[in-house]
Nanobody, 126 residues
Framework: QVRLVESGGGLVQTGGSLRLSCAAS?????IGWFRQAPGKEREFVAG?????????RYSDLVKDRFTISTDNAKNTVYLQMNSLKAEDTAVYYC?????????????????????WGQGTQVTVSS
């Protein structure tokens, strides 16, 4: 069983920055960040393989603005979000994939992840 706790959401103006944190208990093979806006499906934002954190992947919507990283000592994954836009407004979730050995790619679908955090609201005002 893996427990995930997100933090770092909030209200920010267009062009601003936020850093989300996802603290994980237990071993996982990958962490993904997803987001869900009202009336829309949950969508992939960014992901990273663990341990080693050498494979990352980003949605085209956030590439070059968001950066995913890890602090292995703290078992925490971060999502640094820069140049935020109004369309980035959503509830952001981190998700973990069970560890059955190392994985060689980042999964972008919700069904590929076994555990989910409670979500953190990000609101970007224009």
């Amino acid at each position: 069983q893996v427990r995930l706790v997100e933090s770092g959401g909030g209200l920010v103006q267009t062009g601003g920055s936020l850093r989300l944190s996802c603290a994980a208990s237990g071993r996982t093979s990958a962490i993904g960040w997803f987001r869900q806006a009202p009336g829309k499906e949950r969508e992939f934002v960014a992901g990273i393989t663990l341990p080693g954190s050498d494979i990352t992947r980003y949605s085209d919507l956030v590439k070059d603005r968001f950066t995913i990283s890890t602090d292995n000592a703290k078992n925490t994954v971060y999502l640094q979000m820069n140049s935020l836009k109004a369309e980035d407004t959503a509830v952001y979730y981190c998700a973990a994939r069970n560890y059955f050995g190392s994985v060689t790619r980042v999964f972008t679908t919700t069904v590929a992840y076994d555990y989910w955090g409670q979500g953190t609201q990000v609101t970007v005002s224009s």
